[in-house]
């Protein structure tokens, strides 16, 4: 079953942005910002690794994840401003958000405020997930916007730079490319781990813990 899904995530990614281009990158970060398990750290290397071949545009590909992070983010925001805690507790199960993954961004969002918003952009799992209890405590919408903008576009940054990097040292590297035929194969091979690892290690959370 697992090997299934990672086939189709990874299809999913793949065939997303390559058919889209950066339309496609704003729409899987807007999913992942909504509080679905669609990994950035997935999404945006991919990016980085069409920005070696030189599809795209390192800093338009950066803009481009931030803007998803915003629209995905403000879909999580509303639903934290009209549904409120009952409402997230209710549904999150089925998008393997755990209670445990509530009370961690809460805690953030408490112990920061506004700026935990911008803090926790860049940080996993808290990034997925921060959007909700700005919108339960409804905090200015303007703040929320900027603040999810200015912490999301570095972490696209910094991701896509990473696969940029990998990406040209696959494609110039002559060790690795006897090792490797296609440089496609080792993206497609790495996107396959990353979602086997993060599929398994979110299972694992909400199996071990109630809510």
Known sequence: MIENIVALVSSFIIGTISASG????????????????????IIMPFAGYLVATGRFDLFVAATAGAVGCNVG???????????????VERWGRYILMSKRDLDLAERFFRRFGGLAVF???LLPVVRTFIALPAGIARMPMLRFQIYTFL????????????GM???????SDPQ????????DIVIIALIAAAVAWYLWSRWK???RRPG
Do not use: D, Q
């Open 73 to 87: 983010s403000t879909l999580a925001y509303a639903v934290g401003w009209y549904g409120g805690r009952p409402l």
């Open 165 to 171: 990097v990998l990406g040209e040292r696959w494609n």
């Open 151 to 162: 912490g999301s576009w570095p972490w696209c940054l910094g991701l896509a730079y990473a």
């Open 205 to 207: 959370a909400r199996t």
């Open 176 to 183: 690795l490319r006897r090792i490797f035929h296609n440089a």
């Open 22 to 41: 950066y339309l496609g990158v704003v729409i899987l970060m807007a999913i992942e910002s909504a509080c679905i398990p669609l990994p950035s750290e």
């Open 119 to 121: 803090f926790g952009r």
